[in-house]
């Protein structure tokens, strides 16, 4: 990704139904924190479909870990969604991580309904749901923790 991506990046993020305004404003701050400064531990990679972005990862190491790492956003515009964009997003992502030692990828999301083609999404890739909180995010809205375990 590079500066000139991000107009269309954040439209992404704001078309998507999932996504709450507060969500939106943290997730412009991590792309912000990468396009400013590279090395800060943030990885953002964009897919191109007809020359216009069509989505986008955004990745890191987990702080404190021993080479685990986080899919910290991922989104496909909807109408590019159920072509393959967010698997290849994601391929390319765990190629890097694991090109980076990288051992072991979490991603966490919600359990509310609307986020059920993301689930179903995450263990088409090969994650497996391993641990789940009740209630976290609001009463009746668990975290979910998808991982895929590299080596
Ligand atoms: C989750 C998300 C990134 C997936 O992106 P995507 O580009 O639709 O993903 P893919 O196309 O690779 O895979 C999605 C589905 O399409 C299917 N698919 C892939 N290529 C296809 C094709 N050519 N034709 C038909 N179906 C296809 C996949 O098998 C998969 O099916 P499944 O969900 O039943 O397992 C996208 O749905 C999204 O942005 N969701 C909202 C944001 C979100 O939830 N982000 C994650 C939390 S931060």
């Given amino acids: 990704m590079t500066r000139a991506d991000k107009p269309a990046v954040m439209d992404i993020l ?14 412009e701050e991590v792309l912000d ?18 020359h216009a972005i069509a989505g986008y990862v955004c990745y890191g190491e987990t702080p404190l870990t021993e080479c685990t790492w986080d899919i910290y956003w991922i989104a496909v515009s ?7 964009i967010g698997g290849a997003l994601i391929a390319d992502a765990e190629k890097e ?7 072991m990828v979490m991603a966490e999301t919600s359990s509310k309904p609307d986020y ?24 009746g809205d668990n975290i979910m923790f998808f991982q895929k375990l590299l080596k």
């Fill in 78 to 84: 909807p109408h590019h969604q159920k072509r393959g």
């Fill in 14 to 27: 704001q078309t998507t139904p999932q996504f709450l305004p507060a969500e939106v404003v943290v997730a």
């Fill in 33 to 50: 924190c990468y396009l400013d400064d590279p090395s800060a531990g943030y990885f953002t990679l964009v897919a191109e479909s007809d």
């Fill in 116 to 139: 059920d083609n993301t689930h179903r999404f995450y263990l088409s890739q090969g994650y497996r749901l391993v641990a789940q909180i009740s209630d976290y995010y609001a009463p």
């Fill in 97 to 103: 991580i694991a090109r980076k030692n990288g051992r």
